[in-house]
């Protein structure tokens, strides 16, 4: 008779005052790297034995709820091993050709299939073409990471992936990771407890606000490109979600004026946004609800150098893309005194972390004009 299999979440307390968290398995189970079975599994999660405050009291519910989620998991798939459901029908399944089908998904934004795509490539390279879903453990997303912080990049052998490249890179793997086990591919995300890389620094093109009056000025050979760039400048909207604006998505109220409803491309989330009436003005003569606004308008290296063209004849020699332009619009409203919040919230980051890049640049602004008095 098949026994009850049972994960259990228990604690234990070390000399330092701390309670480790592990969960305890019956019957004990089987780990091919040691070849032994055991009833425990510590988690490398640590809580406060009597938290001293709010703070403490926080941190512990936190964490119990991450070590309840992986015992959740870790039940799961016990019993997916014990009913051989899940385990066996995907073990055996092609994770690159999963993979590769994700890239092909995230085709809307050039830059963004671009790291999709160079992440396949490299990770073809570490597994050298042939990776199953049962490939995919813990161990292995790893070894991905490392792969990444020493492998040589492919368009020279001289040099390796930058920091930011690796960060990126190793996103777009547990993105799909994460996608797999949403779908029931993995019974257990292996990467749930692998450690992301951090990003490197960046430094952020922006136009000041004088030189973007020049860009209005000045002539672009594509006027379409030059509308779609100020309306991004005037409202902080990435390149993807501004190709797929339709006119439906732009509405007007006596009280507001006008704000768009949209689904970032990017995270999917739902956005109101509202909009001034020169952003508006951006757009041309209203069109079918079904429309797209900037119908036309598509990504390539061309554009990139009718950006370049249009900002010299402004007098601006900075290297900019059409990104620069939502650089430009968060730069100006911290600038102008738009609090971080609010910033974060018109740019539909999900994490005002991420949007703290942006006051670097406004710190050195105040350096700048610190410096400017000399007696």
């Not at 989620?69 to 690159?96: G, M, P, T, V, Y």
């Not at 998904?105 to 073409?129: Q, V």
């Not at 996103?171 to 292996?190: G, Y």
């Amino acid at each position: 008779m098949e026994r009850t299999r049972s994960v259990k979440l228990r604690e234990k307390e070390l000399s330092d005052g701390r309670l480790s968290l592990y969960l305890d398995y019956y019957p004990p189970v089987y780990i091919p790297e040691t070849g032994k079975e055991t009833r425990r599994e510590f988690l490398k999660i640590y809580i406060h034995k009597k938290p001293a405050n709010a703070a403490e009291k926080e941190y512990n519910k936190v964490c119990r709820a991450k070590a309840e989620s992986i015992r959740s998991e870790r039940e799961l798939q016990l019993i997916n091993r014990q009913f051989d459901f899940a385990d066996r029908l995907n073990a055996q399944r092609d994770f690159l050709a999963y993979f590769k089908e994700q890239v092909r998904k995230h085709n809307k934004s050039k830059g963004n299939h671009d790291n999709w795509y160079g992440t396949y490539k490299y990770l073809e390279m570490y597994t050298n073409g042939q990776c199953t879903f049962g490939d995919v453990t813990e161990k292995f997303c790893e070894g991905f990471k490392e792969f990444l912080g020493t492998v040589k990049s492919i368009r020279s052998n001289t040099v390796g992936l930058s920091a930011n490249t690796q960060y990126s890179y190793f996103n777009k793997f547990r993105a799909a990771i994460k996608e797999a086990f949403q779908e029931r591919l993995f019974s257990v995300n292996p990467i749930l407890r692998v450690k992301g890389l951090p990003q490197g620094e960046t430094h952020r093109e922006f136009l000041t606000l004088e030189e973007l009056r020049a860009m209005k000025e000045a002539e672009c050979d594509l006027p379409l490109l030059k509308q779609a760039s100020l309306f991004s400048a005037l409202t902080g909207l990435r390149w993807s979600d501004i190709i797929n604006l339709k006119w439906g998505d732009i509405h007007h109220s006596a009280e507001h004026g006008y704000y768009i409803r949209f689904v970032q491309q990017k995270t999917k989330g739902a956005e109101t946004l509202y909009i001034p009436d020169q952003a508006y003005e951006q757009l041309g003569e209203r069109q079918r609800a079904e429309e797209q606004v900037f119908k036309g308008l598509k990504y390539s290296d061309y554009i990139s150098l009718q950006i370049s063209r249009w900002a010299l004849r402004a007098g601006i020699t900075k290297k900019l893309t059409f990104h620069c332009f939502r650089h430009t619009y968060a730069t100006l409203q911290l600038t102008m005194g738009t609090d971080i919040y609010t910033v974060s919230k018109l740019l539909g980051h999900r994490n005002v972390k991420t949007t703290e890049i942006y006051t670097k640049v406004i710190d050195e602004k105040k350096i700048e004009a610190a410096k400017r008095i000399i007696l």
